[in-house]
């Protein structure tokens, strides 16, 4: 598997599968979600709300898929990253479990290219250098990895790419 790193809008890219940093309701919200959800149109909340009705929404930590609607990429993965209220153990279980989720999600789904915005750094206010290393080292990690071609690390601030560069330099 390839790392690659990237500082772009998410929605841009046109890969087999993008992640959307999501809610436990799959309704949309702020963020990167809203910007999936403007960009891919009404058919990704419609397939959101029958995955609800089915299932209830997605826990924290837990990964569903739809259709990608009018972005390039074929599906999105949505995940629920943790909200940052500083129990390190617990939030960082939950993080490492949003990639290792969404990475199941794709190998299962026959996709060999997914590109993964920074869960929980936004809104949800993780620290941004916790949650690189978290994110780094579950993809390293991954069981399945020859099953992946490329994870896209896909960077939006200044701040998330200088902290994942630096991170993937000293790692090689
Ligand atoms: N492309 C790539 N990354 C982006 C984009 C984009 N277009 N827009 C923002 N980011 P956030 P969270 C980055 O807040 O912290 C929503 O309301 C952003 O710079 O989107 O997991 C959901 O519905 C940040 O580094 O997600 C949930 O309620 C990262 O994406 C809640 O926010 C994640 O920021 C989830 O919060």
Known sequence: MKIELLKADITEINVDAIVNAA???LFGGGGVDGAIHRKGGKVILEECIQIRNRQGGCKTGEAVITNAGNLPSKFVIHTVGPVWNGD????????????????????????????????STGIY??????????????????????QIDKV????FDDENYEIYKEILENHE
Request: hydrophobic share 40%; net charge neutral; with cysteine.
């Open 88 to 119: 390190k153990e617990e939030k960082s279980k939950l993080l490492a479990d949003c990639y290792e989720n969404s990475l199941n999600l794709a190998v299962e789904n026959g996709i060999k290219i997914i590109a993964f915005p920074n869960i």
């Open 125 to 146: 206010h993780f620290p941004k250098d916790k949650a690189a290393e978290i994110a780094i080292k579950t993809v390293k990690d991954f069981d399945k990895s020859s």
């Open 152 to 155: 896209i690390f896909v960077c």
């Open 23 to 25: 809610n436990t309701s």
